[in-house]
Nanobody
Framework: QVQLVESGGGLVQPGGSLTLSCAASGSIFRIYDMGWFRQAPGKQRELVATITRGAWKNYADSVKGRFTVSRDNARNTVYLQMNNLKPEDTAVYYC??????????????WGQGAQVTVSP
């Protein structure tokens, strides 16, 4: 099986910064795309940023210029550096990974979620 464990969430004031990490472990042959999504109360889960194995990046318009996604393929880890945070960034942030296992099907796995709260 494959597990994704997130860390780095918390409470921050508007204008502040946080960095989220997500480490994948378990039965992994190769990880393709990795990404971050978020879900605010009463809203649907939305894409924040994705990054391919070759480090091609894609961002939601709402976070462009403020958030940076990166990954360490040797550590099977994806990061989300969040700067100039706004109250509307408050949400549970989820990472995901498109994983090929040594045996068995390729599948997408999700982390447990990390709360990010932006408030004075």
């Amino acid at each position: 099986q494959v597990q994704l464990v997130e860390s780095g969430g918390g409470l921050v004031q508007p204008g502040g910064s946080l960095t989220l990490s997500c480490a994948a472990s378990g039965s992994i042959f190769r990880i393709y795309d990795m990404g971050w999504f978020r879900q605010a109360p009463g809203k649907q889960r939305e894409l924040v940023a994705t990054i391919t194995r070759g480090a091609w990046k894609n961002y939601a318009d709402s976070v462009k210029g403020r958030f940076t996604v990166s990954r360490d393929n040797a550590r099977n880890t994806v990061y989300l550096q969040m700067n100039n945070l706004k109250p509307e960034d408050t949400a549970v942030y989820y990472c995901n990974a498109d994983v090929q296992r040594p045996t068995g099907p390729r599948d997408v796995y999700w982390g447990q979620g990390a709360q990010v709260t932006v408030s004075p």
